[in-house]
């Protein structure tokens, strides 16, 4: 019950966010325009189902945090025991990233969770339903695709070397884009072309938060087979964690690119760093908790510092 109020609450702050929020007045706009735009054909959908029938703006909002949030809550539920934990991680950084700011990777990255689930159940049918859904509201989530081919129950440690490789090639400017480019394939040039007319500032790998995730997971290969025990998803979710950390340097050339990549694999953080608990001691619960909530109130500190939430 109480799980469900706070969806209700959480879904209710999402559709009436601020209009200086992020990205609020793009969605205005486009709604309010009669052009077909370049969003994908499930926000599109939404869009013209609402304008058909109350042609109100919040009704989208509504609408697309709602299903957004919906599945994120009904994953925490279903995925882990440490419910409230998770939903601290949710709220202090990936509701206010996702479900108040971008709003189709929002859906498609709350698909991915509902995806792994599916996968660590070996249900590949609902795996691919469940990806084609997130692809029609957010074409980074064919990403989602080759999450099916990661195994749930052998440690492969050579996974800890995607980092450190990453940010030796991102060093020596040697990045996945430039072998992507080898492939030849039209969809791959034009979204890397579209991607370096973007205009961005040059991307910091070592920034305080990246330089803390990695630690983090260092720590989580360190005390995985105790994590493990404990949970039937840790080892898929700290795949994922771990590739889309490595992303960051990988595709630091490109950094629109690399944001979209690692958001979307990140959100596991919600089931993830809750774990943390289970690699310290009984004794020392406390810690853990002292942890998960320190790293939770970081997430929601800086959200507020950089998107000056707080005027």
Request: glycine share 2%; hydrophobic share 55%; with cysteine.
């Amino acid at each position: 019950i109480l799980l469900l109020f706070f969806g209700i609450v959480l879904i209710i702050i999402a559709t009436l966010r601020p209009s200086d929020m992020p990205d609020w007045r793009n969605y205005y706009h486009f709604f309010n325009s009669t052009q077909p735009g370049r969003f994908e054909a499930g926000f599109l959908a939404i869009r013209n189902f609402v304008k058909s029938n109350t042609n109100n703006f919040l009704v989208l909002l509504f609408l697309m945090a709602s299903l957004s949030i919906s599945v994120k809550i009904w994953c925490i539920s279903k995925m882990t025991p440490l419910i409230w934990l998770s939903m601290m991680v949710y709220i202090s950084n990936i509701f206010v990233l996702h479900d108040m700011i971008q709003i189709r990777a929002a859906v498609a990255s709350g698909m991915l969770l509902l995806a792994v689930f599916y996968k660590v159940r070996s249900q590949f049918i609902p795996f691919i339903v469940t990806t084609i859904i997130a692809f029609l509201f957010h074409y980074s989530a064919i990403l989602i695709l080759p999450i099916w081919f990661l195994s749930n129950t052998r440690r492969d440690y050579f996974y800890l070397w995607l980092i450190p490789i990453g940010y030796t090639c991102a060093m020596c400017d040697i990045y996945l884009t430039q072998l992507l480019t080898l492939l030849r394939l039209d969809f791959i040039e034009n979204t890397l072309q579209m991607y370096g007319t973007l205009i961005d500032s040059e991307m910091n790998i070592f920034n305080i938060v990246q330089l803390l995730r990695c630690v983090l997971c260092f720590w989580f290969w360190y005390k995985i087979n105790i994590i493990s025990s404990r949970s039937e998803y840790a080892i898929i979710l700290l795949k994922i964690y771990t590739i889309g950390i490595a992303a960051i340097p990988f595709f630091s050339n490109l950094p629109v690119a690399a944001f979209r990549i690692s958001e979307l694999y990140l959100v596991v953080e919600i089931l993830l760093l809750p774990l943390l608990l289970y690699s310290v001691n009984p004794q020392k619960r406390i810690v853990g908790k002292f942890s998960i909530l320190s790293l939770s109130s970081m997430f929601l500190f800086l959200n507020i510092l950089y998107l000056n939430i707080l005027k």
